[in-house]
């Protein structure tokens, strides 16, 4: 059976349904988990439907999570959304649900559902919900159909990055054409920011430093965010925007974030794949857009010189 039929066929078995995705939420893991969450509550009304994880406020128009502090969840489906492993599921544990389907499209890491749909040729987990859909020969609402633009939008940065395919393309012009949402209104929901964010990336790319190998970083304490006004999940958002930078090839934004005592690294490449060396500093992600959270700077330092190494034996090689 068709991998989303067999999904659709364990979400009618089940009255109660939680629906997790990743801590430190975007837009792809939002979209995913409030589209679908909608989805199934619109075509079984009489179902409990939770969608779980601590929220965050800037994208708080995708909607509102739910607690299940109080629900059994022996008898429960779990489905977990754009999460590769264990550690980083915002919410629940598998361990307490009866069954679980893991739908995502990251490089595996841990293995813990009963069904795991992985997909790491997908630009996002918002496109293989959309699959599901098309799969499923579902409807989608406008509310719907605008979280999963968003979703893949987010992701893909407007469809500029690796594993944006036809098939993106294809799924996304139907969409439109059965929705007819509104999709450049949306733009203003997912990129306004305030101006002090704006002059902090200023400050970011005037105080970049760039190794001789071609790796560029910068770091972010906590004094300097409180002094640009600006929150410690900024710079996260910031990252993408130097892809098309002649003398980089690898670059990492280092945040502090005082609140949960660690430093935030996002990392990105365009040279060398990236996620298996910050998986060796507890993190991980894709091959070329990965993330790990670190204890001290003295690890800040060592994982900028590890991927400085990395640079180099690239270079050999290139
Ligand atoms: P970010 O730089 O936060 O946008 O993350 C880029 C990619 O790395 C995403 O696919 C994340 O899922 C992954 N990632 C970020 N932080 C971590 C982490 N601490 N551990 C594992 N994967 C991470």
Redesign the pocket.
Known sequence: MNIYKQIFKEIKKYNTIVIAR?I?A?PDALGAQFAFKNIILRLFPDKKVYAVGNPASRFKFFGNNDRIDDICTNNALLVVV????L??IDGANPSDFEYVIKIDH?PVIDTFGNIEYIDDNACSTSQLILEFVYANKLQLTKEEAELLFLGIVGDTDRFLHDYTSSKTFELVARLLNETDINFTSLYKKLYHRPLVEVKFEGYIYSNLTVTENGVAYIKLTDKLMKEYGVDSAAA?NM?NDLKFVDEIVIWIFLSEDVKSNLI?????SVGPYV?EL??RF?????IF?????LKTWEDADKLIEAYDNLMIEYKKLN
Not at 82 to 85: A, I, K, L, V, Y
Not at 264 to 268: K, S
């Open positions: 990743h430190g975007d754009d999460t590769p492993d550690k980083r990251h996260g990252i935030r690294a996002n990392i990105r996620n910050a998986s507890g993190g991980g992600g894709h857009a990965s993330g790990a959270r």
